[in-house]
Nanobody
Framework: VQLQASGGGLVQAGGSLRLSCKVS????????MSWYRQVPEKERELVGSISRDGETNFRDSVKGRLTISRDRTKNAIYLQMNSLKPEDTAVYYCNIDAWARSFWGQGTQVTVSS
């Protein structure tokens, strides 16, 4: 199973970014997927998830600003981030739990300047 995340970068506060995570080696449509983020010296935290049916949920601090979608034709999920804040600065990881294991993408850096 491989997850390849992309789309990070540097953006000013209030701006937008769209992260992508392409999945291979697994029946993508059968599983929920998630986005996490991590800053140095802190634990990785769950940003939001999308079920295999497309239902989403998010941590309170990003509700209304971030959305997750999935494209079965491309075996990919996306994290659309709007109204970004400096506290959103982190390395973002996509994740899928399958076969009693967790699989992770390599992470993509998002930096929001004030």
């Amino acid at each position: 199973v491989q997850l390849q995340a992309s789309g990070g970068g540097l953006v000013q506060a209030g701006g937008s970014l769209r992260l992508s995570c392409k999945v291979s080696g697994i029946a993508f449509s059968r599983y929920a997927m998630s986005w996490y983020r991590q800053v140095p010296e802190k634990e990785r935290e769950l940003v939001g998830s999308i079920s295999r049916d497309g239902e989403t949920n998010f941590r309170d601090s990003v509700k209304g600003r971030l959305t997750i979608s999935r494209d079965r034709t491309k075996n990919a999920i996306y994290l659309q981030m709007n109204s970004l804040k400096p506290e959103d600065t982190a390395v973002y990881y996509c994740n899928i739990d399958a076969w009693a294991r967790s699989f992770w993408g390599q992470g993509t850096q998002v930096t929001v300047s004030s």
